[in-house]
Every structure is written in structure tokens, then in C-alpha cells.
T-cell receptor
């Protein structure tokens, strides 16, 4: 089954404790992206990757890091989480930057930073 | 600058009645338009898209959307609503320049009452 998987689905942590949210897709997509969803703000892009070893900032990259060492994986790293990073996070993948093709989304990771 | 607006936070409709979820946009050049749906505790799912061609686009689950260039709108419609259509709906838009990004609206919650 074609899918995007994220782990963990739920995470409660404390300020400053480094964490990684994993994302993996099995569709051989070149483009992958991370979004955060906050009430009243919709989805905002954090980082995206056009291909292996190619990453770039989205609209809200501060406090986040990503890497793309393999085509299928695109982990999101919070080196020192803060309460304002409490949010619902989605990983997505597609054949391109969302120009012609739809994005496939993971199930989401609900992060709470205390 | 690109922008997308979903003017209604929530739309309420009785089962069996037609529904409309509104979306307006602003881009330079030609728009690429998408609708996504988010069911509770799930990631976003693609519904339909407009790239070019016929202004009336048909998508999944009986939904359709009409591209109106003069009004810069891309409203989502369904002739007869189902209770199971209750979800959060996102409109997304991208311009046709290479540097344009896909941006999402803030979402509209559709509530269909039995």
C-alpha cells in the first residue's frame, strides 16, 4: 500500500530535550515536505526537500532541522524544543513541488512541549 | 505575493442538501488549485485539482469544484451532503512560476447534520 508513515504519532516532551520525528514514504517520490498545523493558521511549511541531499527552508523553519540522506526518509529534528513548537506536524510527499501532482500526507504527529 | 482565503471557519448543512465551501486566491500568473480533506485524527487526503482545461473539476467522494478566473475563486461543491462528509477542508494554491510555493488556506470545518 502506498503510504507516508510518521513516528511517533503522539509525543509529550520537555523544553530543551532533543527529539526526532521520523517520516518515510514508499512511493519513490522525490519531493518531501514538513508542515505544522495550528488552529486558525492552516498548514505552514517548515522545510522541504526536492531530492536526496537537497533541502530548503519553508515559511517557518526556525527551531527545526531536517536531513534527506535517503530518498524515502525525511526526519524532522528539534534540537531544543520550546513550548511554541507544540503543534500537529505532517509529513508529505509528491512527485513534484505540488505543481501538477497532489501531495500524500502522513497521519500526523501531535507534539506537546512542556 | 500569493494568498488563499477560506472566508468561513465553519459551514453547517443538513444531510441531503447541497453544500459549498468557499475558496478565493491571489497569484501572479495562472493558478494551480487543490482541495484536501482532513478527517479526525487523520492526515490530509487529496480531493481534486485544477491545473488547466475545463473549469468544472470532479473529484473523489462526489465532490466537484468550479474554477472562476474572473472572481479568482475555486469553491468546493457537492449536490447532496452526507453526514460522513463532516471534516476539515483545505484549499491550496500555487502560481505557475518556478519559485512559487504551494500555500494552504486556514481550513473550513464542514458539519453535516442528520
Amino acid at each position: 500500500e502506498a503510504q507516508v508513515t510518521q513516528n511517533p504519532r503522539y509525543l509529550i516532551t520537555v523544553t530543551g530535550k532533543k527529539l526526532t520525528v521520523t517520516c518515510s514514504q514508499n512511493m519513490n517520490h522525490e519531493y518531501m515536505s514538513w508542515y505544522r498545523q495550528d488552529p486558525g493558521l492552516g498548514l505552514r511549511q517548515i522545510y522541504y526537500s526536492m531530492n536526496v541531499e537537497v533541502t530548503d527552508k519553508g515559511d517557518v523553519p526556525e527551531g527545526y532541522k531536517v536531513s534527506r540522506k535517503e530518498k524515502r526518509n525525511f526526519p524532522l529534528i528539534l534540537e531544543s524544543p520550546s513550548p511554541n513548537q507544540t503543534s500537529l506536524y505532517f509529513c508529505a510527499s509528491s512527485w513534484d513541488r505540488g505543481v501538477y501532482n497532489e501531495q500524500f500526507f502522513g497521519p500526523g504527529t501531535r507534539l506537546t512541549v512542556l | 505575493a500569493q494568498s488563499v482565503a477560506q472566508p468561513e471557519d465553519q459551514v453547517n448543512v443538513a444531510e441531503g442538501n447541497p453544500l459549498t465551501v468557499k475558496c478565493t486566491y491571489s497569484v501572479s500568473g495562472n493558478p494551480y488549485l487543490f482541495w484536501y480533506v482532513q478527517y479526525p485524527n487523520r492526515g490530509l487526503q487529496f480531493l481534486l485539482k485544477y491545473i488547466t482545461g475545463d473549469n468544472l473539476v470532479k473529484g473523489s467522494y462526489g465532490f466537484e469544484a468550479e474554477f472562476n478566473k474572473s472572481q479568482t475563486s475555486f469553491h468546493l461543491k457537492k449536490p447532496s451532503a452526507l453526514v460522513s462528509d463532516s471534516a476539515l477542508y483545505f484549499c491550496a494554491v500555487r502560481g505557475n512560476y518556478n519559485t512559487d510555493k504551494l500555500i494552504f488556506g486556514t481550513g473550513t470545518r464542514l458539519q453535516v447534520f442528520p
